[in-house]
């Protein structure tokens, strides 16, 4: 069963500080590897895109990684700012079709002054 | 890059009526349109594809007589829950295409509260 795993559920970090969200996924055949980010109340926004043979991007102050051997996917934000509270939700596409995008439950971080 | 925006972006309904939701791509047209469903903690859920000029595909499990779809322009596609049950209860979010590979644009999403 295709299915994609986000930990942690939910982050609180202090402004400044960096962190890294965590993305297992297991889906069969990969196409990409998306991170979109969500604030509250509104539809999901693109950060990242990666192909399997990417293994890392960035997008500012975001940095993705992918290791498809593993199968992980990790997003790591630097320099922390308020505005930065928002789900960060994790998307693998199986290629082909919408229905084809598997897409986890989110990480909620929330930015602390 | 694309801006859809979507109508209205809540509302608040008695059980048993109808509810439209309107999605509008504001910069390219669009010949399909992606529907989504998000309830607290969940992931987003495809519900159904619309498609202009032709009947609206809908994934398993998703009653096409209760969510009403009509791709009625290349930059409008409505969502029309009807006889709402609490349960319908979710955030709706509409998706568009962009004209890129594996470039997509969600809509601000709609907020629906059945009492």
């Known amino acids: 069963k295709n299915q994609v795993e986000q930990s942690p559920q939910s982050l609180i970090i202090l402004e400044g500080k960096n962190c890294t969200l965590q993305?297992?996924?297991?889906?069969?055949?990969?196409?990409?590897l998306r991170w979109y980010k969500q604030d509250t109340g509104r539809g999901p926004v693109s950060l990242t895109i990666?192909?399997?043979?990417?293994n890392t991007k960035s997008n500012g102050r975001y940095t993705a990684t992918l290791d498809a051997d593993t199968k992980q996917s990790s997003l790591h934000i630097t320099a922390s700012q308020l505005s930065d509270s928002a789900s960060y939700i994790c998307?693998?596409?199986?290629?082909?079709?919408?229905?084809?995008?598997?897409f986890g439950k989110g990480t909620k971080l929330s930015v602390k002054p | 890059g694309a801006v859809v925006s979507q109508h209205p972006s809540w509302v608040i309904c008695k059980s048993g009526t109808s509810v439209k939701i309107e999605c509008r791509s504001l910069d390219f047209q669009a010949t399909t349109m992606f529907w989504y469903r998000q309830f607290p903690k969940q992931s987003l859920m495809l519900m159904a594809t619309?498609?202009?000029?032709?009947?609206?595909?809908?994934e398993q499990g998703v009653e096409k007589d209760k969510f009403l779809i009509n791709h009625a322009s290349l930059t409008l596609s409505t969502l029309t829950v009807t006889s709402a049950h609490p349960e319908d209860s979710s955030f709706y979010i509409c998706?568009?295409?962009?004209?890129?590979?594996?470039?997509?644009?969600f809509g601000p999403g709609t907020r629906l509260t059945v009492l």
């Open positions: 619309s498609n202009e000029g032709s009947k609206a595909t809908y």
């Open positions: 993305c297992n996924y297991t889906v069969s055949p990969f196409s990409n």
């Open positions: 998307v693998v596409s199986a290629g082909g079709s919408q229905g084809n995008l598997i």
């Open positions: 998706c568009v295409p962009g004209q890129g590979a594996d470039t997509q644009y």
């Open positions: 990666m192909t399997f043979s990417e």
